[in-house]
């Protein structure tokens, strides 16, 4: 496959392949791009837009051995603090404050109104982060994931960005993640601290974007959830379910190299090859056809991927997830596409799979998240649908900026 205009590897395109590669991590394959030999023989464009998601970092996802085990410990210590009630809390209150700003319109866009705000707001909360800060954190990693042109310099963007909140905490540390992963016993220095972050934001916010948005789009525009999800027979979690099968927000990942020559199914491997793993290749694999139909609770799709690279926090991340949806379909009943299925465009890029836009029309109401009291009024035009002819690399935006410390609504 070409990775990116010039730059080739190998993909995974079965579930047992793809499983195969996570399980024998480290062991045959190896994760740290020391191993990428077009890379070390200075074949990669310096500003390849790939490279900022696949360059060597010192954190936990780029690391083999010993160094791994010492950086993931880390992070699941650290996120093992974090109360999930007050968690539940927070995106409650954080959506509930989006919701609020458009509530009257009778139209919004489920991307960049908000789902492309929630995951990293509530991030920027869990880290402490001051607003400014978390800014740039949000628009930097946006044109990261979009492998944009810019990506090299969003990437020296980030990088100070979590830099600045490392030096912050260690003068002001508090009861949050960059603070706890400053006291844990691993001793991270300020360049680990810098990577450590940067992958927790890149792990948890855009594919919780993406996330939420596949399964908002399911619940309006599938029969098997529509009325059961908003009638409360079939739960927002199995719909989370279908999603992580069907369409998973990291579709093809997770880049490995063969520590030595050999074969799989009589296809060649070779060293300094990357192969990357196509979560959303072995979830769709025909193979696994005969369980299409019992995916509810079934936790067997790689969409958190597996072995010892596997997400350090998937509940986390799958309550921040849930927790936002109900709020969407609690506040805002009788959600419709503002357009056909067909003219939704996806996000550019390698890596990630989403909608570079969701428009909606809902009853305009007036409503405050401190209550329910809908009362119509006079509904506005509806969003103009996205071009089915426009590129898709052109229809994709950043997320908004963060404006200002999330507080609780007026009641």
Known sequence: MEIAPGVFGMITTTYQAALYLLRNTPEKFAKDPVHWSALQAGQVPADCP????MQRRPNALWMDGPVHARLRQSITDSLNLVDTHALAATVTRI???LIDQFAARGQADLVSDLAGQVPTL????????????GRRIVLAMAKLFDTAHDAVQANADLEAACLELTRLKRRSPSQDVTSWLLAHSAGLSDPEMVQQILL????ASQPCTDLICNALLLMINDDRFAGNVYDGVQPVGDA???VLWEDPPVANYCPLYPRSPGTYENIPLQPGVPILVSFAAANSDPQLTAYADRRAGNAAHLSFSAGVHGCAAPDLARLICETAVERVLDRLPDLT???????????PGTFMSGWAALPVTFPPATATSGGHSWTPVTPPPPPAAPS?????????TPNPPVSAPWAPPPR
């Open 200 to 203: 927790i934001f890149g792990a």
């Open 50 to 53: 790939a490279l900022p998601m």
């Open 122 to 133: 509530v991030l920027i909360e869990m880290f402490g982060s001051p607003p400014d800060l």
């Open 337 to 347: 596409l503002a357009c056909t299925r067909e003219q939704l465009t996806r996000r």
């Open 388 to 396: 089915a002819s426009t590129p898709t690399a052109t229809t994709s």
């Open 240 to 242: 989370l379910d279908d």
């Open 95 to 97: 959506t509930d404050t």
